[in-house]
């Protein structure tokens, strides 16, 4: 068993026990610290299979900022757990189907996968050492495939102003700050020296 | 097992496993982490001195000549009282919060090049694993604040949360003005290429090399850094996360001894990476600021370690002058500034290099 090997029992093991914990764990808490220790992990797998700039994203991406942010809202809502069990139960054959129509998907596209002709022999090629990932990423996405990212792009963009007309509220009758009023405030306009004599007050 | 040997061989250097031509990787590690903990107790001694000296006091003075060795006393005194764990806290994760950040902070040593090529590991994709790692320091404190259930803890966390994750935007885009100008995410190729080419080169006179630093072409770059990396570490004037005036201790209040030790102790070692950072992105990392005999005399690490300290400096007397921020301040200069601002620099940036190849090699290397 060589190092790499090693490795790769070690984080794809951790992988699948933590997505198992992150569905049986009691505590929510618990179940997103879970689920960031199977990114972490799958970055892991990433690193190994060489794509390491894919590997760092994931972590920056989505240990660093998206679950942060799952952790936030997981750590304010107040659940009862004992509630939340009792109706696991009834949802369980809708969980099932859902789990099979999934099952049954990834079966035919493991299935329907082909090696393009014109790449078969590509596994032999010498692989330019003075290209790495993050160039060889560059290179093509910004060119070849800059539709697609830009479509990339604006669906996200098209998320984030859905996200933000839900729950933007214009309430009337609440004091607000003008930033600008209050930076521009003079000393003149607002302090006053004043001298006062001993025992005689203002 | 094969794998077992060739580990030890890699790890460790000992000879009879097929004689290692590399020094092993674990006296390697091992010297850094010590020097690392030996300039950090000094650093945190320096911070104490700094914040002393601004308002008139004499600081830590009692242990040892000038006080030199109160960090140490500290160690002792933290390693020696009883570890309190509150009865309702989460146990596993109240301890585990400590070490996550200790250790996050620690494992981003591991790409910091020190001098030309001395980096444990000189990875392609270094400032891109230093992101990475600076943007989980969020999770020690989250946890640690979620686990002591209490509440100043709580609201300290969910400051934590938020703040951190706002300023990581803009220091992202700050790294990628300067990647732009380099063409390579490695950290030995940052610092090179601004020894390279740059302000002095133009004018002619190279041996002025602090002319061709970064700081100078990407000077608001450096001052969005600066600030936003004093936001990401939590300290004064962003320090809301831990503020005494109204949060007690925030997420620390209910840490006591060694759990308490490995939490200052890991934020200090990553302020000081952010410390390092700066000076690689920014300062030219291990080259003398002249390039003539008497600077070059000094080797590499001595002069990163005294910009690390220059910067280190800066951030001491930020916390020494500057008052605490209001939160919705903090808010509002991150994203409605800082991310405006770093975002027109990336795109002029772009812009400059596509038209006059000034990058490194072209911005190609």
């Known amino acids: 068993m060589t190092l790499p090997l090693f490795f790769f029992y070690v984080f794809s093991a951790i992988t699948v026990a933590s997505a198992f914990m992150v569905i049986s764990a009691r505590n929510p808490v618990h179940a997103v610290l879970f689920l960031i220790l199977a990114f972490v992990n799958a970055a892991g797998l990433f690193m190994l299979a060489g794509a390491e700039f894919l590997a760092l994203l994931l972590i920056v991406v989505y240990v660093g900022a998206v679950a942060v942010l799952f952790l936030f809202v997981v750590m304010m809502i107040d659940v009862d757990f004992a509630e939340l069990k009792s109706g696991l139960l009834s949802y369980a054959p809708i969980g099932m189907v859902v789990g099979a129509i999934l099952f049954l998907e990834l079966l035919l596209v493991a299935g329907s996968f082909v090696i393009a002709p014109d790449v078969v022999g590509a596994g032999g090629l010498p692989i330019d050492a003075t290209m790495d990932n993050t160039r060889a990423l560059g290179l093509v996405l910004y060119t070849r495939y800059v539709f697609l990212f830009q479509g990339a792009a604006a669906v996200l963009l098209v998320a984030m102003i859905g996200a933000i007309v839900l729950t933007l509220r214009h309430r009337t009758g609440i004091k607000r700050q003008s930033t600008a009023s209050q930076l521009g405030r003079k000393p003149s306009e607002t302090v006053r020296n004043v001298k006062v004599k001993s025992g005689q007050g203002l | ?365």
């Open chain 2, 1 to 365: 097992m094969d794998f077992i040997l060739s580990a030890l061989d890699y790890l460790l250097g000992i000879p009879f496993l097929g004689w290692g031509e590399q020094i092993g990787f674990v006296y390697k590690a091992l010297a850094l982490l010590v020097g690392l903990l030996i300039f950090t107790a000094f650093i945190l001694l320096g911070d104490r001195k700094v914040w002393a000296a601004v308002q008139m006091r004499r600081g830590p003075n009692v242990v040892g000549p000038f006080g030199l060795l109160q960090s140490f006393a500290d160690l002792i005194k933290f390693g020696v009282k009883e570890a309190v764990i509150p009865a309702g806290a989460d146990k596993v994760l109240f301890l585990l919060a400590p070490l996550i950040t200790a250790t996050l902070a620690l494992a981003g040593w591991a790409v910091v090049p020190v001098d030309n090529g001395w980096a444990m590991a000189n990875i392609n994709i270094g400032i891109l694993y230093l992101l990475g790692i600076s943007s989980l320091g969020v999770y020690g404190v989250i946890i640690g604040g979620w686990a002591s259930n209490s509440k100043y803890p709580f609201f300290g966390a969910l400051r934590a949360a938020a703040q951190m994750v706002s300023y990581e935007v803009s220091i992202g885009l700050v790294i990628i003005t300067v990647l732009l100008c380099v063409g390579s995410l490695n950290l030995n190729d940052i610092v090179i290429a601004q020894s390279e080419m740059g302000l002095a080169h133009a004018l002619g006179v190279p041996w002025l090399s602090f002319l061709n630093w970064f700081w100078l072409p990407l000077f608001p770059m450096f001052v969005v850094f600066y600030i936003s990396a004093l936001a990401e570490t939590n300290r004064p004037p962003f320090d809301m996360v831990e503020g005494e005036s109204e949060l007690v201790a925030g997420f620390m209040t209910e840490y006591s001894s060694t759990p308490y030790l490995l939490f200052m102790l890991g934020e200090y070692i990553a302020i000081l990476l952010m410390c390092a950072m700066t000076t690689i992105l920014f300062l030219g990392g291990w080259a003398a600021p002249i390039d003539l005999p008497p600077f070059t005399w000094i080797p590499g690490v001595i002069w990163f370690f005294i910009k690390v300290s220059l910067v280190f400096f800066m951030f001491a007397m930020a916390k020494a002058i500057v008052p605490r921020y209001r939160y919705d301040q903090l808010m509002r200069i991150g994203w409605k500034l800082f991310l405006p601002l770093s975002l027109l620099m990336v795109v002029i940036v772009a812009f400059v290099l596509q038209l006059t190849g000034w990058g490194w090699h072209g911005g190609i290397a």
